[in-house]
């Protein structure tokens, strides 16, 4: 399973999900040690969701060229440079027929979808205001002018959107962070700023109160540091601090025993010193922030092991890890309630385009509210014409009733007029 590892972590870098520990049988080590076996059967993990608009596509993909043997075998071969380059590519020539019939089906699927998408964003901008190039750049991941046949360029495009794409999910999360700090403070200011004094002392007052509790929590060790893989070993694992042996870790926590430590199995490793900081019972703790924490936990110790930059620790470069100074001596781990997340003039400039923002919604809200009235006009209207319709066509009922029976007299005789 080397390849489809190397193939959907690495190019694909799958992300990270809300994570809780987990659990599995350690290797050669005494079974007897360890609390709460829940052994993993690695054949039933799913590979969690990209988050990229093509994530069903490609896994789809994927499954597809698994069922290949000789795709899959020129796969286990290749190192990441062949992939990432897309040699592998031209490999797609030489798969069965009934696979790449497969393949030109999804692709018809996909582009049908991303025609749907295309055509409601049309429909929702007016067919005004419309950016191309955004419209287009949902290709990137297949070859739209052939959207029939799955080819060699289709897997090509296909692997190198992904890569691209997946390497700045990072910085892109971080950014999205941090607009959310603004408008929580944003929000903040906006609220006190309806307050009389006396109030507003009180909530600057409990604000200070709240942010003095949640920064009063126990040390939390550097991650990737000895302390604090001895920690998961100890508590998570269930096992003696004085019997930590960094290979069985290793093994321990490779969930699907493919021989490396993905993104999703390292930031699994830090959910006990997020816990020491966060607990979602309390109202000071932002589980937000817990998560933008475990984001920089596992940046920080994939800069320090993962000596070829694939996003994947293998055990050679695990083992190299645990020789470094930095492992036994680290510095100090700053968390986010030790850092400033934006200055003010970032602040200001933010809250200039939210206001900027809210003018535009005001605008189209004006704009609804008039077509709104100019549509209750209409109706108001056709409702008049219809009344006025009823009307004449009941006059004209009654008239004609009137011509067919003549009137009558006071006992009911009828009436003749007489004829001159």
């Not at 020129?74 to 797609?92: F, H, P, T, Y």
Request: with cysteine.
């Amino acid at each position: 399973m080397r390849w489809r590892t190397i193939l959907l972590q690495y190019c694909f870098l799958l992300v990270s999900c809300l994570l809780t520990a987990l659990e599995a049988v350690p290797i050669d080590i005494d079974k007897t040690k360890v609390k709460n076996i829940q052994p993993v059967d690695s054949a039933k993990i799913e590979p969690p969701d990209t988050g990229l608009y093509y994530d069903e596509y490609l896994k789809q993909v994927i499954d597809v060229l698994e069922t290949d043997n000789h795709f899959r075998e020129k796969l286990q071969k290749a190192d990441i440079e062949e992939i990432k380059s897309g040699r592998l590519s031209k490999e797609l020539d030489l798969v069965s027929h009934h696979v790449r019939t497969k393949l030109d089906e999804l692709k018809r699927q996909e582009v049908a979808r991303l025609r749907m998408l295309i055509k409601a964003k049309l429909d929702s901008l007016q067919d005004t205001g419309i950016d191309h190039h955004a419209l287009l750049k949902q290709f990137d991941h297949l070859n739209h002018l052939n959207p029939d046949k799955f080819e060699s360029t289709d897997l090509d495009m296909l692997i190198k959107a992904a890569t691209s794409d997946l390497e700045h999910y990072d910085k892109t999360r971080h950014e999205e962070f941090k607009k959310y700090e603004m408008m929580k403070e944003h929000e903040r200011r906006e609220y006190l700023k309806t307050l009389n004094e006396e109030k507003r002392k009180e909530e600057e007052s409990k604000f200070e109160e709240m942010r003095k509790k949640h920064e009063n929590h126990p040390k939390v060790n550097h991650p990737g540091s000895k302390d604090q893989l001895k920690e998961v070993w100890e508590e998570t694992d269930g096992l003696d601090p004085n019997d930590f042996d960094p290979k069985t870790f290793f093994k321990l926590h490779d969930v699907n025993n493919d021989g490396f430590l993905d993104e999703q199995e390292l930031e699994a490793l830090f959910t006990k010193e997020l816990e020491k900081v966060y607990d979602p019972k309390n109202e000071e703790d932002d589980m937000v922030e817990m998560e933008e924490e475990r984001l920089r936990m596992r940046e920080h110790v994939m800069n320090e092991v993962d000596a070829n930059k694939d996003r994947l620790v293998t055990l050679d470069e695990f083992l190299k890890a645990t020789e470094k100074k930095e492992f036994l001596e680290p510095d100090s781990w700053e968390t986010l309630d030790q850092q400033q997340f934006f200055t003010e003039e970032e602040l200001k400039e933010y809250e200039n385009l939210i206001s900027l923002q809210e003018s535009e919604l005001k605008k189209k809200a004006d704009e609804l509210q008039k077509q709104k009235e100019e549509l209750q006009r209409q109706h108001d209207q056709l409702e008049a014409q219809k009344l006025e319709y009823h009307q004449v066509v009941q006059q004209m009922e009654q008239k004609k009733l009137q011509q067919e029976f003549p009137p009558s007299g006071p006992g009911g005789e009828l009436k003749f007029q007489p004829h001159i």
